[in-house]
Structure formats: structure tokens, C-alpha cells
């Protein structure tokens, strides 16, 4: 049965914790250079609309460590440039691969890629969503602290596609998330109610607040991410305003519980979201956090195109 990683909805709680092991036990054998042939005589294609550093290079290495072939497919280099509908690549592209890694602008794509391809489609980041960041977020957190459940995390700024995503990956886990957010910057309500529905069966909770402080006091993870992504280019000025105070520095970092550790998807900008001083500092595991989505990628491979 072909599956496919639209969102996190699209996983039960056991099967996360199923994709958690995986990553730890490919992860292991990657690095002691194990050979690994999974997706032998395999081919992945990973489309891209938007720009990507991490996303596009974890998973490109992750499908070659499989012992798949991967193949980049820039929507600048596609007929999609020209206007081609995104159901007739879709179809086009289901009869060449195996599965699909997609990073778009609109949601809606993904949807479509899925519902006309035909094969495995992995969400690399939507508007709406990015659920492999979460997946390998939450991976790095249970590397790091031992648990999930029961951990309080405090994600501070705009409640965009990663928030969305960590709401229902911490509801998932039994995680007490609570996201500090400007007025008219608060995550997806639908998601926030589905992800509370969620929380009630693993002991989690939900929150959103607009004071960054209270968010984090007590918090034994702290989460940022940019004041401005992808596409919101044109609100940047008015961004940059309303986001002042939502910054994680030292001083709010003090706030949070004295084992507490941060992270940030990337890329940072040092000094607006948070500060050199914090990211460099001997709390952060951001590097940590950006290596293992090449060893999330390789887990939600696996699971994907074996289930």
C-alpha cells in the first residue's frame, strides 16, 4: 500500500515512535559506514520550488546512503515554470519514480502530487506544514533529554509551518508545547484542535500565548525560528516590528529550566530571532538538531516506501 508524509496526521503516535527507531538504528549503522541497500534499484525524485540548504542536501544523501539514486528536479528546470498544472507532472513523474520528496510554496501542491502520482510523497515543507523538520526535531530531543513525554517545549515567534507541525508532533509524544506568538501570528487553529484532540491520549498539552516569558519559564526546550520566511518577503518591514521581544537571548534563556536546551530549524538570523551568543552558546543543540535531518530523512524513507 502506498503511503505518503503530507503531515504528521498522516502518522499514528506508535508509527512516529516507530520512525524514531528507525532513524536510531540506520543512524548507527551510518556511521560506522555500514552498507545499507533498501532502496536498491530505487529512484527519488525531489522537487523543489523554494530554495533549500538542508532539506534538499539530507535527503539527496539519505536516499545515495539507502543505496537508492536520486535525482533533483528544480521546478525552475520543470514545465511547471510555464504553467504546467501540477497534476499532469504529477501523473508524468509517477510513472518515472519511486517516490517524491516536494518542497512548495502551497500546500495544495502537495496534496495534488499525491493524490495523481501515484507513489510515495514526502513533504519537505509547505506553507502549511513541515513535518520532517518536526519528526527530526523531536528525534534529537529524545536523543538528547532521554524522553518525550512529560518535557515542557516553548517555541518563540511566528506560529508558521513548523509550529503547526511541532504542536502535533509534541501532541503525538506527550509533550507540553506552548508557542509564544504575536497577535495575528498564531498557528493554524485547525491543526491546534486537532493536535489538543491528540494530546488528550498521550498526556500532552497545547497553548498558545503572546509573552514570550511566560511561555518559556520552566521550559526544558526553547525553539526558534526566522521572523520572516520564504514568501513572506514583501511583509518584512512590518515583520521585523512586531516580532521585537520575541527574540531568545541569554536573558530568556535564564528563565527556562537550567538543563534546558535550544534549537532552530534554520537558517538563523543572528541577532533578530536569536543571538549569536545563544546559538554559539553551550545549551544550543542546533548543530545536533541540523545533522539529524539527514538521519530523520533516512528513517521516513524507510518507512515510507517499505510500509
Known amino acids: 500500500m502506498t503511503r505518503s508524509l503530507l503531515s504528521l496526521k498522516d502518522l499514528k503516535s506508535k508509527e512516529l515512535l516507530d520512525v524514531f527507531a528507525r532513524i536510531q538504528s540506520l543512524k548507527s549503522k551510518i556511521i560506522r559506514h555500514k552498507e545499507i541497500?533498501?532502496?536498491?534499484?530505487?529512484?527519488?525524485?525531489?522537487?523543489?520550488?523554494?530554495?533549500?540548504?538542508?532539506?534538499?542536501?539530507?535527503?539527496?544523501?539519505?536516499v545515495l546512503h539507502l543505496g537508492g539514486k536520486a535525482i533533483y528536479l528544480p521546478s525552475s528546470d520543470l514545465q511547471l515554470k510555464r504553467g504546467e498544472p501540477v497534476k499532469d507532472t504529477a501523473r508524468v513523474l509517477g510513472s518515472y519514480l519511486d517516490g517524491l520528496v516536494a518542497r512548495v510554496y502551497a500546500h495544495q501542491d502537495i496534496v495534488e502530487l499525491a493524490e495523481y502520482s501515484g507513489i510515495t510523497v514526502i513533504?519537505?515543507?509547505s506553507d502549511l506544514v513541515h513535518p520532517t523538520q518536526a519528526i527530526c526535531d523531536l528525534f534529537t530531543i529524545q536523543e538528547v533529554k532521554q524522553k518525550l513525554t512529560g518535557l515542557k517545549l516553548a517555541f518563540v515567534g511566528d506560529g508558521d509551518n513548523v509550529c503547526n507541525s511541532l504542536f502535533l508532533g509534541c501532541a503525538m509524544c506527550g509533550i507540553n508545547m506552548i508557542a509564544a506568538c504575536p497577535e495575528g501570528y498564531f498557528p493554524n487553529q485547525d491543526i491546534?484542535?486537532?493536535?489538543?484532540?491528540?494530546?488528550?491520549?498521550?498526556?500532552?498539552?497545547?497553548?498558545?500565548?503572546?509573552?514570550?516569558?511566560?511561555?518559556?519559564?520552566?521550559?526544558?526546550?526553547?525553539?526558534?525560528?526566522?521572523?520572516v520566511s520564504m514568501g513572506d518577503?514583501?511583509?518584512?518591514?512590518?515583520?521585523?516590528?512586531?516580532?521585537?521581544?520575541?527574540?531568545?537571548?541569554?536573558?530568556?534563556?535564564?528563565?527556562?529550566?537550567?538543563?534546558?536546551?535550544?534549537?532552530?530549524?534554520?537558517p538563523a538570523h543572528r541577532g533578530l530571532e536569536i543571538t549569536?551568543?545563544?546559538?554559539?552558546?553551550?545549551?544550543?543543540?542546533?548543530?545536533?538538531?541540523?545533522?539529524?535531518k539527514?538521519?530523520?530523512?533516512?528513517?521516513?524513507?524507510?518507512?515510507?516506501?517499505?510500509?
Open 276 to 292: 549569536d551568543e545563544v546559538i554559539e552558546g553551550p545549551q544550543s543543540v542546533v548543530w545536533q538538531q541540523a545533522a539529524n
Open 233 to 266: 518577503e514583501s511583509q518584512k518591514e512590518a515583520r521585523l516590528k512586531v516580532f521585537q521581544g520575541y527574540q531568545i537571548n541569554s536573558d530568556l534563556l535564564k528563565t527556562a529550566n537550567k538543563n534546558a536546551i535550544v534549537m532552530h530549524c534554520l
Open 37 to 62: 541497500n533498501i532502496l536498491k534499484n530505487m529512484v527519488v525524485g525531489l522537487l523543489f520550488t523554494k530554495p533549500s540548504t538542508r532539506t534538499r542536501t539530507s535527503f539527496e544523501a539519505a
Open 123 to 125: 513533504n519537505g515543507l
Open 294 to 307: 539527514m538521519y530523520g530523512a533516512v528513517g521516513i524513507l524507510d518507512f515510507f516506501l517499505r510500509c
Open 192 to 227: 491546534l484542535e486537532e493536535g489538543r484532540k491528540i494530546a488528550k491520549n498521550t498526556g500532552g498539552s497545547l497553548e498558545v500565548v503572546t509573552d514570550p516569558a511566560e511561555a518559556v519559564k520552566g521550559a526544558d526546550v526553547l525553539y526558534s525560528d526566522v521572523w
